[in-house]
């Protein structure tokens, strides 16, 4: 089974308006975090925002913010007054469990978000 | 500004072509990670490093070699470079005291193979 799930390959969305990029995970840790990173054509993984399992409040980074629902393992990121420079490649990643000093990411397949004018 | 650096950005080799690819960081970070990311895919772990233990993944292929010489430097070596290895490699680092262990990564190296 996968880990992290994106359903939406792609999405588009028109400028200023809010969109939400879905996102679900499959762990059996108490002590995960997840992760949502931006991905431009460029090629650099630019991160947004991060989430902790143990975190009671949605975690908001400017016009990111997360909708982090535990119990159905969500963490949906929502991107309100869209810009032409959202348009890109949305990564959702998760790290497992507390190990010594270090965390590997498992990333979700992906959604590429197009913004129009 | 503190960050990771990657050259070259793009790097044509031939098949069977020994290729290295290196990663740089100013952040003093003690944890660096390699990763894989063909077109249109999600990056993949292929191995990191936590000061100057070596791990790696179950799945990387013998092909893959990485070196640390010092705790700012990683360099990923391709023995033999095949046509299904090109793809772009991301280098990230994170920080033991940050308990959410946030990746940073650099801006990737788009390798051929030809």
């Known amino acids: 089974a996968q880990k992290i799930t994106q359903t939406q390959p792609g999405m588009f969305v028109q400028e200023k308006e809010a969109v939400t990029l879905d996102c679900t995970y499959d762990t059996s840790d108490q002590s995960y975090g997840l992760f949502w990173y931006k991905q431009p054509s460029s090629g650099e993984m630019i991160f947004l925002i991060y989430?902790?399992?143990?975190?009671?409040q949605n975690a908001t980074e400017g016009r990111y913010s997360l909708n982090f629902q535990k119990a159905r393992k969500s963490a949906n990121l929502v991107i309100s007054a869209s810009q032409l420079g959202d348009s890109a490649m949305y990564f959702c990643a998760m790290r497992e469990g507390e190990n010594s000093g270090y965390s590997t990411l498992t990333f979700g397949k992906g959604t590429m978000l197009l913004v129009s004018p | 500004d503190a960050m990771v650096i990657q050259n070259p950005r793009y790097q044509v080799t031939q098949f069977g072509k020994p290729v290295t690819l290196s990663c740089s960081q100013t952040l003093n970070h003690n944890v660096m990670y390699w990763y894989q990311q063909k077109s249109s895919q999600a990056p993949k772990l292929l191995f990191h490093y936590y000061d100057k233990d070596f791990n790696n993944e179950a799945d990387t292929p013998d092909n893959f070699q990485s070196r640390r010489p010092n705790t700012s430097f990683c360099f990923l070596d391709i023995r033999s470079p095949g046509l299904g290895d090109a793809a772009m490699y991301l280098c990230?680092?994170?920080?033991?005291?940050?308990?959410?262990?946030?990746?940073?990564f650099g801006p990737g190296t788009r390798l051929t193979v030809t």
């Open positions: 990230a680092t994170s920080i033991s005291r940050d308990k959410t262990y946030e990746q940073y």
């Open positions: 989430q902790g399992s143990y975190d009671e």
